[in-house]
């Protein structure tokens, strides 16, 4: 005769006792690799779950993966702290969690003062089995006409708005943090007028930088 299967029961939230965290579905948390070599996984706590004693405790995640993880690889507008939101679910052992950390909007990681490790942000979802990517495109910017990268700084042009690489402008990142005012190429001859013809020019906005 079979075995009945062991009841299991869904815990609304779970103490982590080795890293003295208490988890939660909806928390995002770092997962010990199999290869030690390798960054910890990075994933979303779906449900919790254990067995009818509270013991042998499972987690049902989705996996966020690093750009290096993902068809076509890690690419120059990536971020060193970019993640994606894949379609790939799994469940863990609660035993497998590092730590717990935070996987921002794209909008709210570019606000942060102060990246920290367990911050990292998410802009992509990501198809695992095709490669594809939704959203399929982004806003490009500056003359190689790349996405930002929040990593890099860039400087904005009062004329047209956009926003370029200083190594893309002939320039190096101390010249371009040391700015007041910036026109790209496209604009110059007219920002230059603007700023002769007004009386307020040492009272304009700083050039903004990413």
């Known amino acids: 005769m079979a075995k009945p299967k062991a009841q299991r029961r869904t815990l609304e939230s779970y103490s982590v006792k080795h890293i003295s965290k208490t988890i939660k579905a909806g928390d995002c948390v770092l997962m010990r690799p199999s290869d030690p070599s390798k960054p910890s996984y990075v994933a979303k706590i779906e449900r919790i779950e254990a067995d009818a004693r509270g013991a042998n405790v499972k987690i049902h995640v989705r996996w966020y993966y690093r750009p290096e993880e993902s068809i076509g690889g890690r690419r120059q507008f990536h971020g060193s702290k970019e993640v994606f939101l894949s379609d790939h679910f799994d469940v863990q052992s609660a035993d497998t969690i590092e730590g717990k950390c935070t996987v921002h ?23 695992s089995s095709s490669g594809a990517f939704n959203p399929d495109r982004v806003a490009v910017y500056c003359k190689c006409e790349m ?11 009062e004329g047209c708005s956009d926003w370029f690489h200083p190594a893309c402008i002939d320039m190096t990142v101390e010249e371009a943090k040391r700015l007041d005012h910036f026109f790209c190429e496209s604009c110059s001859a007219e920002g230059q007028k603007k700023l002769q013809n007004s009386h307020s020019a040492s009272r304009h906005s700083d050039t903004k930088v990413f």
């Open 105 to 127: 909007s794209f909008k709210s990681y570019t606000k942060l003062d102060a990246v920290g490790n367990d911050d990292f942000f998410c802009r992509f979802e990501y198809n």
């Open 147 to 157: 996405p930002y990268n929040p990593d890099d700084l860039m400087v904005q042009c």
